[in-house]
Protein backbone atom coordinates (compact mmCIF):
# COMPACT_ATOMS: atom_id res chain seq x y z
CA UNK A 1 0.00 0.00 0.00
CA UNK A 2 1.19 3.37 -0.91
CA UNK A 3 2.47 5.43 2.35
CA UNK A 4 2.49 8.95 2.21
CA UNK A 5 4.37 10.56 5.24
CA UNK A 6 4.15 13.73 6.46
CA UNK A 7 6.51 14.99 8.73
CA UNK A 8 4.42 16.79 10.94
CA UNK A 9 0.43 16.88 12.24
CA UNK A 10 0.45 20.16 13.85
CA UNK A 11 2.79 23.07 13.68
CA UNK A 12 3.15 26.72 14.82
CA UNK A 13 5.38 29.17 13.87
CA UNK A 14 5.60 32.72 14.14
CA UNK A 15 5.13 35.91 11.50
CA UNK A 16 7.94 36.29 9.38
CA UNK A 17 9.76 32.94 10.16
CA UNK A 18 10.71 30.40 7.28
CA UNK A 19 8.77 27.20 7.57
CA UNK A 20 9.75 23.77 6.21
CA UNK A 21 6.92 21.19 5.44
CA UNK A 22 8.31 17.67 4.51
CA UNK A 23 6.86 15.32 2.66
CA UNK A 24 7.84 11.56 2.27
CA UNK A 25 6.07 8.95 -0.26
CA UNK A 26 7.49 5.33 -0.54
CA UNK A 27 6.56 4.01 -3.95
CA UNK A 28 8.75 5.39 -6.36
CA UNK A 29 6.10 8.00 -7.84
CA UNK A 30 7.14 10.68 -10.05
CA UNK A 31 4.23 13.04 -9.51
CA UNK A 32 4.50 14.81 -6.03
CA UNK A 33 1.78 17.79 -4.97
CA UNK A 34 0.83 20.54 -2.34
CA UNK A 35 -2.06 22.01 -1.41
CA UNK A 36 -3.50 24.05 1.01
CA UNK A 37 -7.50 23.12 2.44
CA UNK A 38 -9.36 25.90 4.12
CA UNK A 39 -13.14 25.59 5.33
CA UNK A 40 -14.98 26.26 2.47
CA UNK A 41 -12.52 26.61 -0.41
CA UNK A 42 -11.95 22.58 -0.50
CA UNK A 43 -8.45 21.50 -1.82
CA UNK A 44 -6.28 24.48 -3.87
CA UNK A 45 -3.23 23.42 -6.07
CA UNK A 46 0.10 25.47 -4.63
CA UNK A 47 2.98 23.32 -6.44
CA UNK A 48 3.16 19.95 -7.96
CA UNK A 49 6.67 18.44 -9.50
CA UNK A 50 6.99 15.44 -12.16
CA UNK A 51 10.55 14.69 -12.04
CA UNK A 52 13.16 15.08 -9.57
CA UNK A 53 14.10 18.83 -9.92
CA UNK A 54 11.24 19.80 -11.84
CA UNK A 55 8.21 21.75 -10.45
CA UNK A 56 5.30 23.43 -11.89
CA UNK A 57 2.87 26.42 -10.63
CA UNK A 58 -0.12 25.67 -8.84
CA UNK A 59 -3.21 27.98 -8.24
CA UNK A 60 -1.96 29.59 -5.56
CA UNK A 61 2.04 29.47 -5.44
CA UNK A 62 2.51 32.58 -3.82
CA UNK A 63 4.12 33.19 -0.95
CA UNK A 64 5.52 29.42 -0.97
CA UNK A 65 8.19 27.90 -2.49
CA UNK A 66 9.10 23.92 -2.92
CA UNK A 67 11.99 22.02 -3.50
CA UNK A 68 12.43 18.50 -4.88
CA UNK A 69 16.15 17.43 -4.63
CA UNK A 70 15.43 13.61 -4.26
CA UNK A 71 11.98 11.86 -6.07
CA UNK A 72 10.39 10.30 -2.80
CA UNK A 73 10.58 13.85 -0.85
CA UNK A 74 8.90 17.07 -1.70
CA UNK A 75 9.21 20.00 0.48
CA UNK A 76 7.18 22.93 0.84
CA UNK A 77 8.91 26.14 2.20
CA UNK A 78 7.33 29.51 3.46
CA UNK A 79 9.60 32.22 3.02
CA UNK A 80 8.09 34.18 5.66
CA UNK A 81 5.69 33.03 7.32
CA UNK A 82 2.35 35.11 7.28
CA UNK A 83 -1.01 34.96 9.43
CA UNK A 84 -3.11 34.09 6.07
CA UNK A 85 -0.92 30.88 5.83
CA UNK A 86 -2.84 29.54 8.57
CA UNK A 87 -4.18 26.35 7.18
CA UNK A 88 -4.13 22.80 6.50
CA UNK A 89 -1.24 21.03 4.36
CA UNK A 90 -1.87 18.00 2.41
CA UNK A 91 0.69 16.37 0.12
CA UNK A 92 -0.12 13.96 -2.49
CA UNK A 93 1.79 11.79 -5.24
CA UNK A 94 0.69 9.92 -8.15
CA UNK A 95 2.23 7.13 -10.35
CA UNK A 96 1.01 9.06 -13.27
CA UNK A 97 -1.50 11.67 -14.68
CA UNK A 98 -4.29 9.59 -14.88
CA UNK A 99 -4.01 7.80 -12.13
CA UNK A 100 -5.59 8.63 -8.41
CA UNK A 101 -3.40 10.73 -6.13
CA UNK A 102 -2.79 9.24 -2.75
CA UNK A 103 -2.50 11.30 -0.04
CA UNK A 104 -0.76 12.20 3.22
CA UNK A 105 -2.61 13.22 6.71
CA UNK A 106 -1.33 16.93 6.26
CA UNK A 107 -0.47 19.37 8.58
CA UNK A 108 -2.21 21.69 10.36
CA UNK A 109 0.05 25.02 10.17
CA UNK A 110 -1.01 28.05 12.22
CA UNK A 111 1.15 30.74 12.09
CA UNK A 112 1.08 33.73 15.16
CA UNK B 1 -10.72 26.87 -15.59
CA UNK B 2 -13.23 23.77 -15.82
CA UNK B 3 -15.42 23.36 -13.27
CA UNK B 4 -16.91 20.60 -10.94
CA UNK B 5 -20.33 21.39 -9.84
CA UNK B 6 -21.59 19.50 -6.54
CA UNK B 7 -24.04 19.36 -4.16
CA UNK B 8 -22.51 21.36 -0.91
CA UNK B 9 -24.54 18.51 1.66
CA UNK B 10 -26.23 15.84 1.98
CA UNK B 11 -28.43 13.51 4.48
CA UNK B 12 -29.02 10.03 4.55
CA UNK B 13 -30.24 7.13 7.17
CA UNK B 14 -28.37 3.79 7.93
CA UNK B 15 -29.08 1.65 5.17
CA UNK B 16 -30.00 3.58 2.11
CA UNK B 17 -28.60 3.73 -0.89
CA UNK B 18 -26.93 7.56 -1.35
CA UNK B 19 -26.27 9.11 -5.15
CA UNK B 20 -24.33 12.11 -5.26
CA UNK B 21 -24.24 13.94 -8.57
CA UNK B 22 -21.23 15.82 -10.14
CA UNK B 23 -21.40 18.26 -13.30
CA UNK B 24 -18.16 18.85 -15.27
CA UNK B 25 -19.81 20.38 -18.40
CA UNK B 26 -16.57 20.88 -20.51
CA UNK B 27 -14.74 17.67 -19.66
CA UNK B 28 -12.14 16.88 -22.41
CA UNK B 29 -12.05 14.09 -24.79
CA UNK B 30 -8.48 12.36 -22.48
CA UNK B 31 -10.23 13.39 -18.75
CA UNK B 32 -10.79 10.58 -16.60
CA UNK B 33 -13.05 11.45 -13.09
CA UNK B 34 -12.33 10.49 -10.03
CA UNK B 35 -13.85 10.34 -6.63
CA UNK B 36 -12.42 10.83 -3.34
CA UNK B 37 -13.47 10.60 0.66
CA UNK B 38 -12.40 12.69 2.81
CA UNK B 39 -12.52 12.33 6.98
CA UNK B 40 -12.04 14.72 9.12
CA UNK B 41 -8.25 15.42 9.93
CA UNK B 42 -6.94 13.17 7.32
CA UNK B 43 -5.88 13.56 3.78
CA UNK B 44 -8.69 12.45 0.81
CA UNK B 45 -8.89 9.00 -0.22
CA UNK B 46 -9.21 7.29 -3.13
CA UNK B 47 -12.91 5.62 -3.92
CA UNK B 48 -13.44 5.08 -8.10
CA UNK B 49 -12.67 6.12 -11.58
CA UNK B 50 -13.71 5.91 -14.64
CA UNK B 51 -13.68 6.90 -18.18
CA UNK B 52 -17.53 6.27 -19.10
CA UNK B 53 -20.29 3.87 -19.03
CA UNK B 54 -20.21 2.14 -15.17
CA UNK B 55 -17.64 1.08 -12.98
CA UNK B 56 -17.82 -0.68 -9.85
CA UNK B 57 -16.11 -1.47 -6.68
CA UNK B 58 -15.67 -2.66 -3.36
CA UNK B 59 -17.00 0.43 -1.84
CA UNK B 60 -19.33 2.08 -4.61
CA UNK B 61 -20.44 2.58 -8.31
CA UNK B 62 -19.55 5.30 -10.79
CA UNK B 63 -22.18 6.12 -13.36
CA UNK B 64 -21.46 8.18 -16.28
CA UNK B 65 -23.92 9.18 -19.32
CA UNK B 66 -22.66 8.51 -22.76
CA UNK B 67 -22.20 12.66 -23.03
CA UNK B 68 -19.85 12.10 -19.77
CA UNK B 69 -21.18 15.55 -19.04
CA UNK B 70 -21.99 14.31 -15.29
CA UNK B 71 -21.23 11.68 -12.96
CA UNK B 72 -22.80 9.67 -9.98
CA UNK B 73 -21.32 8.42 -7.28
CA UNK B 74 -23.53 5.45 -5.46
CA UNK B 75 -22.71 4.39 -2.04
CA UNK B 76 -25.38 1.76 -1.33
CA UNK B 77 -26.46 0.94 2.16
CA UNK B 78 -24.55 3.88 3.93
CA UNK B 79 -23.12 3.69 7.46
CA UNK B 80 -22.66 6.16 9.88
CA UNK B 81 -18.99 5.72 8.60
CA UNK B 82 -19.88 7.08 5.48
CA UNK B 83 -20.00 10.53 6.80
CA UNK B 84 -17.83 12.54 5.42
CA UNK B 85 -16.96 14.78 2.24
CA UNK B 86 -16.84 13.55 -1.05
CA UNK B 87 -15.22 15.20 -4.07
CA UNK B 88 -15.36 14.65 -7.53
CA UNK B 89 -12.49 15.45 -9.81
CA UNK B 90 -12.27 15.32 -13.45
CA UNK B 91 -8.86 15.53 -16.00
CA UNK B 92 -5.09 14.50 -15.17
CA UNK B 93 -1.84 16.34 -15.02
CA UNK B 94 -1.70 16.03 -18.68
CA UNK B 95 -4.94 18.42 -18.95
CA UNK B 96 -2.78 21.38 -16.96
CA UNK B 97 -3.83 23.18 -13.80
CA UNK B 98 -7.53 22.80 -14.16
CA UNK B 99 -7.42 19.13 -13.61
CA UNK B 100 -6.20 19.13 -10.22
CA UNK B 101 -8.54 21.52 -8.97
CA UNK B 102 -10.96 20.01 -6.18
CA UNK B 103 -14.31 21.35 -5.97
CA UNK B 104 -16.06 22.29 -2.25
CA UNK B 105 -17.02 18.63 -2.52
CA UNK B 106 -20.27 17.30 -1.12
CA UNK B 107 -21.09 17.21 2.77
CA UNK B 108 -22.86 13.60 3.48
CA UNK B 109 -24.09 13.34 7.20
CA UNK B 110 -25.29 9.46 7.48
CA UNK B 111 -28.01 9.43 10.66
CA UNK B 112 -29.03 6.37 12.38
Same mark, same amino acid.
Given at each position: ?112 | ?42 ? %? ?30 ? %? ?36
Amino acid at each position: DVKVTQSSRYLVKRTGEKVFLECVQDMDHENMFWYRQDPGLGLRLIYFSYDVKMKEKGDIPEGYSVSREKKERFSLILESASTNQTSMYLCASTVNSNQPQHFGDGTRLSIL | LAKTTQPISMDSYEGQEVNITCSHNNIATNDYITWYQQFPSQG %PRFIIQGYKTKVTNEVASLFIPADRKSSTLSL %PRVSLSDTAVYYCLVGGMDTGRRALTFGSGTRLQVQP
